[in-house]
């Protein structure tokens, strides 16, 4: 399952999940941008589901210790965030592979599935989340959506439906926008890559032209 | 012989020694030994390159220390054990909370500081050949290390296709923030590119990956050294500590 | 594979690929040292610093050894990003690394040719000019059109007809342009590592001729090109294009339309409709000229040898890309042209239609910059001489 062009695919998803997350967490807005690799693997890897789970989840946990790590110690416990993202993106999400890569763009279509899967993921990572961010962090981490949290609390929601009110506020809209993202890279990747994912392919059979 | 100067296998492993129980510990007792700890590293192994990293240390955690206070201590102003607890609170029990964890923090971003200042001169590749892991955790390393590497050599190269096809400017402009998707799609485009062009060509002719399995066997390091063997114990002596002590 | 063989023939005959079966003649032959072109198929792309791009491919086996190649000091360069080298320091450091490897074959596939004319030689020197060296190898060169003493030479004839470009019917499309002449004043620059690269350079370049940058492997060529279109902020002195302050880091590159040495190094989008949809997007904003439309994009493309503007991008072979990348500096849109490199991978016939289209965009009152160590391809375009040296430039 782990061949050699899955272990850099999912280096290079891990990769983005980080860099484009840092950025964001620096500016403290209430979303997170963190999971565009996580999506992006299991759309790279689709049909094979097992295996796109796999890479979706590794490239997840990668990007978590790092950010761990390097930006923001509280990442790593979400882990069990990256599971649900990673499950949901290699059994649903993957599904509109097609879709993403048609060209030329079908409008509607699109626009429907980023939308529905966008809101899905988001719904599942709010809930997922909620607990850890309540008995872990006592309701509050170094993300943007602290500032919801404790508005929440401010208006006397107790700690966990502060946690679930301000995930179910922030998160949809911050995982519509890593469905698109994710499947726009999708779209724009060569097939040469996509190919290479596949656990049959040859790494000897084609070469550069020159 | 053992030799004397600390190994990067004993480094690795006092740093994740201390990253544990401070993460695990939850008194302040625990934490100030551990603290001194860390000082003492950085004194007698570091030295004078200890100041670049504990500045660097500061300037991740100072960002975070202000928005958490002005989280807790500004809106919120009760500490977590208060909320749970159903109590009206205090800031001043909210500071101490913010206090607590960015002290926290600060302790493992200079673990992690002073490890790398002390291994500064050593090349990636000798560090992590001389570790004492498994080959393929060493072939993993050197793997997640060359892709980072390659996607900021991606982020480079995108960026200066980017700027001069005349869509970004090198300095800070409105058009960099319209065009960041643009960067973005190049920057994946072009690490894929390279990768492609690696994993097409150059690895499987020259079997590339057997060349680094026997450049990271003839690194390795079996033995801790003396200094290895007089840090880890005082590192487990006070995790120890630190996570009993409440 | 035994003793040396160098393959020659056009563009998409076949090359690459008769190199691969030649590394594969059989079933357990031993793998091969490889050298592509640009630096994703010349270094392992496994190391951080240069000093481990070397400890990979070490041998610890003597007796094993080749003579060594070390045209360049590799030790002073041993904590640089191998990526931080320039195209020719980046093959020399591939070649050195062969040297001190135990692999007793190597390929080479057009990577020579980004080498200056010295270290050229030592190059084909070493790997069997006069010295009696215990390697194999196998060479694909594109101005190496016939047999070298000592080496074998296997001819691919069959020219596909995928991307067969017309450069002539090209050089009749070209649009006349205006360009104004473009100036620095003192400039100094050094790379936050401490190497300066230019002190106190003076130089004006004047449209409607073909000015040629020379200089040896790492003496800033491509560093003054990125100066020039912004990349790059000089810490003192200035720029003047038309006589008027031009400062491309701060307003965006307005000016300059450049062919990146690496083709890969200048795409701005998946497919060449997005690339140049996003260019043109920079344009109105600037400049009166309309900016050309996608019937005069497609005309040229086709000149080129791509019959669609929807074509992937990345999904071509690079040499094709290497053409593609011509497209936008001969269509017009911008007066000043900067090729860096442009003949790297590109056949005899190629390089003498594309000499062809230089000359008729100076004619036509472009302002043309060429970097390039190929002297015969040099020699048909009528340019003056800027040398880049020891942190000056001087001209003839």
């Given at each position: 399952?782990?061949?050699?062009?899955?272990?850099?695919?999912?280096?290079?998803?891990?990769?983005?999940?980080?860099?484009?997350?840092?950025?964001?967490?620096?500016?403290?807005?209430?979303?997170?941008?963190?999971?565009?690799?996580?999506?992006?693997?299991?759309?790279?890897?689709?049909?094979?589901?097992?295996?796109?789970?796999?890479?979706?989840?590794?490239?997840?946990?990668?990007?978590?210790?790092?950010?761990?790590?390097?930006?923001?110690?509280?990442?790593?416990?979400?882990?069990?965030?990256?599971?649900?993202?990673?499950?949901?993106?290699?059994?649903?999400?993957?599904?509109?592979?097609?879709?993403?890569?048609?060209?030329?763009?079908?409008?509607?279509?699109?626009?429907?599935?980023?939308?529905?899967?966008?809101?899905?993921?988001?719904?599942?990572?709010?809930?997922?989340?909620?607990?850890?961010?309540?008995?872990?962090?006592?309701?509050?981490?170094?993300?943007?959506?602290?500032?919801?949290?404790?508005?929440?609390?401010?208006?006397?929601?107790?700690?966990?439906?502060?946690?679930?009110?301000?995930?179910?506020?922030?998160?949809?809209?911050?995982?519509?926008?890593?469905?698109?993202?994710?499947?726009?890279?999708?779209?724009?990747?060569?097939?040469?890559?996509?190919?290479?994912?596949?656990?049959?392919?040859?790494?000897?059979?084609?070469?550069?032209?020159? | 012989?053992?030799?004397?100067?600390?190994?990067?296998?004993?480094?690795?492993?006092?740093?994740?020694?201390?990253?544990?129980?401070?993460?695990?510990?939850?008194?302040?007792?625990?934490?100030?030994?551990?603290?001194?700890?860390?000082?003492?590293?950085?004194?007698?192994?570091?030295?004078?390159?200890?100041?670049?990293?504990?500045?660097?240390?500061?300037?991740?955690?100072?960002?975070?220390?202000?928005?958490?206070?002005?989280?807790?201590?500004?809106?919120?102003?009760?500490?977590?054990?208060?909320?749970?607890?159903?109590?009206s609170g205090s800031r001043a029990a909210a500071l101490?909370?913010?206090?607590?964890?960015?002290?926290?923090?600060?302790?493992?971003?200079?673990?992690?500081?002073?490890?790398?200042?002390?291994?500064?001169?050593?090349?990636?590749?000798?560090?992590?050949?001389?570790?004492?892991?498994?080959?393929?955790?060493?072939?993993?390393?050197?793997?997640?290390?060359?892709?980072?590497?390659?996607?900021?050599?991606?982020?480079?190269?995108?960026?200066?296709?980017?700027?001069?096809?005349?869509?970004?400017?090198?300095?800070?402009?409105l058009r960099n923030l319209l065009h960041a998707w643009?960067?973005?799609?190049?920057?994946?485009?072009?690490?894929?590119?390279?990768?492609?062009?690696?994993?097409?060509?150059?690895?499987?002719?020259?079997?590339?990956?057997?060349?680094?399995?026997?450049?990271?066997?003839?690194?390795?390091?079996?033995?801790?050294?003396?200094?290895?063997?007089?840090?880890?114990?005082?590192?487990?002596?006070?995790?120890?500590?630190?996570?009993?002590?409440? | 594979?035994?003793?040396?063989?160098?393959?020659?023939?056009?563009?998409?005959?076949?090359?690459?690929?008769?190199?691969?079966?030649?590394?594969?003649?059989?079933?357990?032959?031993?793998?091969?040292?490889?050298?592509?072109?640009?630096?994703?198929?010349?270094?392992?792309?496994?190391?951080?610093?240069?000093?481990?791009?070397?400890?990979?491919?070490?041998?610890?086996?003597?007796?094993?050894?080749?003579?060594?190649?070390?045209?360049?000091?590799?030790?002073?360069?041993?904590?640089?990003?191998?990526?931080?080298?320039?195209?020719?320091?980046?093959?020399?450091?591939?070649?050195?690394?062969?040297?001190?490897?135990?692999?007793?074959?190597?390929?080479?596939?057009?990577?020579?040719?980004?080498?200056?004319?010295?270290?050229?030689?030592?190059?084909?020197?070493?790997?069997?000019?006069?010295?009696?060296?215990?390697?194999?190898?196998?060479?694909?060169?594109?101005?190496?059109?016939?047999?070298?003493?000592?080496?074998?030479?296997?001819?691919?004839?069959?020219?596909?007809?995928?991307?067969?470009?017309?450069?002539?019917?090209?050089?009749?499309?070209?649009?006349?342009?205006?360009?104004?002449?473009?100036?620095?004043?003192?400039?100094?620059?050094?790379?936050?590592?401490?190497?300066?690269?230019?002190?106190?350079?003076?130089?004006?370049?004047?449209?409607?001729?073909?000015?040629?940058?020379?200089?040896?492997?790492?003496?800033?060529?491509?560093?003054?090109?990125?100066?020039?279109?912004?990349?790059?902020?000089?810490?003192?002195?200035?720029?003047?294009?038309?006589?008027?302050?031009?400062?491309?880091?701060?307003?965006?590159?307005?000016?300059?339309?450049?062919?990146?040495?690496?083709?890969?190094?200048?795409?701005?989008?998946?497919?060449?409709?997005?690339?140049?949809?996003?260019?043109?997007?920079?344009?109105?904003?600037?400049?009166?000229?309309?900016?050309?439309?996608?019937?005069?994009?497609?005309?040229?493309?086709?000149?080129?040898?791509?019959?669609?503007?929807?074509?992937?991008?990345?999904?071509?072979?690079?040499?094709?890309?290497?053409?593609?990348?011509?497209?936008?500096?001969?269509?017009?849109?911008?007066?000043?042209?900067?090729?860096?490199?442009?003949?790297?991978?590109?056949?005899?016939?190629?390089?003498?239609?594309?000499?062809?289209?230089?000359?008729?965009?100076?004619?036509l009152g472009y302002g043309i910059i060429f970097v390039?160590?190929?002297?015969?391809?040099?020699?048909?375009?009528?340019?003056?001489?800027?040398?880049?040296?020891?942190?000056?430039?001087?001209?003839?």
């Amino acid at each position: 399952m782990l061949t050699t062009p899955r272990l850099i695919a999912i280096a290079l998803c891990a990769a983005l999940n980080f860099s484009i997350g840092s950025v964001v967490y620096l500016t403290k807005l209430p979303i997170y941008l963190d999971s565009i690799g996580t999506i992006l693997c299991a759309l790279l890897l689709f049909p094979d589901r097992r295996g796109g789970f796999v890479c979706a989840w590794i490239s997840g946990a990668l990007s978590l210790v790092l950010s761990g790590l390097l930006i923001n110690p509280f990442v790593p416990w979400f882990e069990m965030t990256d599971v649900a993202i990673a499950l949901f993106s290699s059994l649903v999400i993957a599904r509109g592979a097609d879709t993403f890569r048609t060209h030329p763009l079908p409008t509607v279509p699109f626009a429907v599935r980023v939308v529905v899967y966008g809101v899905c993921t988001g719904i599942i990572a709010a809930l997922v989340s909620a607990p850890v961010v309540v008995y872990l962090f006592g309701g509050v981490t170094g993300s943007g959506s602290a500032f919801l949290v404790a508005l929440f609390l401010k208006t006397g929601q107790q700690l966990m439906s502060a946690a679930i009110l301000s995930g179910l506020a922030a998160d949809p809209i911050d995982k519509t926008l890593q469905v698109l993202f994710a499947a726009l890279l999708y779209r724009a990747t060569p097939t040469e890559f996509i190919k290479m994912l596949r656990t049959s392919y040859d790494l000897a059979a084609t070469t550069t032209h020159t | 012989m053992r030799q004397r100067q600390l190994t990067p296998s004993g480094a690795v492993a006092f740093g994740l020694i201390l990253i544990i129980a401070a993460m695990a510990s939850a008194g302040v007792a625990g934490l100030a030994l551990l603290a001194a700890l860390c000082a003492a590293f950085a004194f007698l192994e570091v030295g004078a390159a200890s100041a670049i990293a504990l500045k660097r240390s500061l300037a991740l955690v100072i960002p975070l220390a202000l928005f958490m206070l002005i989280v807790w201590v500004g809106i919120v102003g009760r500490s977590p054990a208060e909320i749970a607890a159903g109590t009206s609170g205090s800031r001043a029990a909210a500071l101490f909370h913010v206090a607590l964890v960015c002290a926290r923090l600060f302790l493992i971003a200079s673990v992690l500081q002073l490890i790398m200042a002390r291994f500064a001169l050593t090349p990636p590749l000798g560090f992590i050949a001389a570790l004492r892991v498994p080959l393929v955790c060493k072939r993993l390393l050197v793997f997640t290390l060359s892709l980072v590497e390659t996607f900021q050599h991606a982020i480079d190269r995108a960026h200066t296709a980017l700027v001069a096809c005349g869509l970004l400017t090198s300095r800070g402009s409105l058009r960099n923030l319209l065009h960041a998707w643009v960067l973005v799609q190049t920057v994946w485009l072009t690490a894929i590119t390279i990768v492609v062009g690696r994993l097409r060509d150059k690895w499987p002719i020259e079997n590339t990956l057997a060349q680094l399995d026997r450049a990271l066997a003839r690194g390795a390091q079996r033995t801790l050294s003396r200094h290895d063997l007089i840090w880890l114990p005082l590192a487990l002596a006070a995790a120890v500590f630190a996570i009993g002590a409440r | 594979m035994r003793g040396r063989t160098l393959i020659v023939g056009p563009n998409f005959s076949g090359r690459s690929r008769a190199l691969m079966n030649l590394l594969r003649a059989t079933s357990d032959v031993p793998a091969s040292f490889f050298v592509g072109p640009y630096a994703e198929a010349a270094l392992s792309g496994l190391s951080s610093v240069v000093a481990d791009e070397i400890r990979i491919y070490q041998s610890s086996d003597v007796s094993s050894s080749k003579a060594d190649f070390s045209p360049l000091d590799f030790t002073s360069l041993s904590d640089r990003k191998p990526q931080t080298l320039s195209g020719g320091e980046q093959v020399l450091l591939a070649l050195h690394c062969f040297s001190r490897s135990a692999y007793q074959s190597i390929a080479i596939d057009v990577a020579l040719e980004q080498l200056d004319g010295a270290n050229r030689a030592l190059a084909l020197d070493y790997l069997g000019g006069s010295s009696r060296q215990e390697f194999d190898v196998v060479l694909t060169d594109n101005r190496l059109d016939g047999p070298l003493p000592h080496w074998s030479c296997t001819e691919q004839t069959n020219e596909s007809a995928t991307f067969a470009c017309d450069l002539p019917a090209l050089a009749n499309h070209l649009l006349p342009q205006h360009a104004g002449p473009l100036a620095i004043h003192d400039l100094h620059f050094g790379y936050r590592n401490g190497r300066t690269i230019l002190r106190g350079a003076d130089l004006t370049l004047e449209p409607g001729a073909a000015h040629r940058l020379l200089g040896p492997n790492g003496a800033g060529k491509t560093t003054l090109l990125k100066i020039l279109v912004g990349v790059l902020t000089p810490s003192s002195g200035r720029i003047s294009l038309d006589g008027v302050c031009y400062e491309p880091a701060r307003t965006g590159n307005r000016a300059i339309a450049l062919a990146t040495q690496n083709p890969d190094h200048q795409w701005c989008g998946a497919t060449l409709r997005e690339d140049v949809t996003r260019r043109r997007s920079t344009l109105t904003r600037r400049i009166d000229m309309p900016p050309p439309a996608d019937e005069r994009i497609a005309r040229l493309g086709r000149d080129l040898g791509f019959p669609s503007l929807d074509q992937p991008l990345y999904e071509l072979p690079l040499a094709a890309r290497k053409r593609l990348s011509w497209l936008w500096p001969f269509s017009g849109a911008l007066p000043w042209i900067m090729l860096d490199e442009p003949t790297i991978g590109q056949d005899r016939d190629t390089r003498r239609e594309l000499a062809l289209v230089v000359r008729r965009l100076c004619a036509l009152g472009y302002g043309i910059i060429f970097v390039t160590h190929d002297d015969d391809f040099a020699a048909q375009v009528p340019h003056r001489r800027i040398a880049i040296e020891n942190m000056t430039i001087s001209t003839s």
